[in-house]
């Protein structure tokens, strides 16, 4: 059974440091539904349609492997936005941010055993293109419990309230940017058990341990957003794209 988390709690918690971990949002088999649609992407990775994957440990880096990301997941695997782990995420994420809150955007990233790829650290806000004042909130859901050797999430407390910081271009990353400066003394890990998800806001610093573990790591990021306005028309714009290029694949993979 899982324990409603306490809404107040957590609104406070995200607006004094910046994310909260919730031990026991979803069931085991809540969390299966959604580990059964994803690894059905993954098992067929090379067959999806380019714009929704990407391989971020091809380079010539030190980082190496083979580390696959899933853009719009959801899109390709429509039986996602069905789970309960969809529908409670949502209406969590209304909760917390206010009426109008909609869900914008999902992408899954796969960290295989003994994988020495490390996410750096960075601000999800310094991607945005668009000067449109928002709120968002991301939830990262791993589909089995994960520890610091699995290559959890860590997060600066109270990294959030310092506006957009100065960042960085990372070697043999393509897009990779990372925040400069960070005190990694004060950063908190947040390992989860099966069932758990760990929230955080769109400027909150953050970043995820490299995968020094026995078993795969899969991980499915919801991002949810709340216009001060309109909503964004560059979001609806890059979903458009999306579904249109993934209609193609399917009448060629049908």
């Known amino acids: 059974m899982t324990t409603p988390p306490v809404v107040g709690d957590l609104r406070k918690s995200l607006a004094d440091n910046g994310f909260v971990a919730i031990p026991a949002l979803f069931s085991p088999a ?35 492997g083979d580390v696959p990301e899933i853009l719009y997941p959801s899109l390709l695997a429509s039986e996602l936005r069905r789970t309960v782990v969809f529908r409670r995420s949502l209406a969590l994420a209304r909760q917390l941010l206010g009426p109008g809150t909609w869900f914008r955007f999902d992408h899954s990233i796969r960290k295989p055993p003994r994988c020495a790829y490390e996410t750096v650290w ?48 990372v070697a043999e990353r393509r897009g990779a940017l990372r925040t400069k400066g960070v005190d990694e003394t004060t950063a908190v890990d947040c390992p989860l058990p099966l069932g758990g998800a760990v929230l955080h806001l769109f400027e909150t610093v953050h970043s995820a341990h490299p995968n020094h573990g026995e078993s795969t790591r899969t991980a499915w990021i919801l991002q949810f957003t709340r216009p001060r306005a309109i909503v964004p028309v560059a979001a609806w714009a890059h979903r458009v794209v999306h579904e249109w290029h993934i209609r193609r694949w399917r009448r060629t993979d049908a």
């Open 122 to 169: 960075h601000q999800d806000r310094v991607h945005k293109r668009s000067g449109l004042p928002e709120r968002r909130l991301s939830m990262w859901i791993p589909t089995a419990p994960v520890g610091v050797e699995d290559g959890c999430m860590r997060y600066v407390p109270r990294s959030h309230l310092g506006g957009v910081l100065p960042h960085e271009e």
């Open 30 to 64: 809540e969390v299966q539904e959604v580990a059964d649609g994803l690894d059905g992407l993954f098992g067929r990775f090379g067959a999806l349609p380019a714009v929704s994957t990407l391989d971020l440990g091809a380079t010539d880096g030190e980082f190496g």
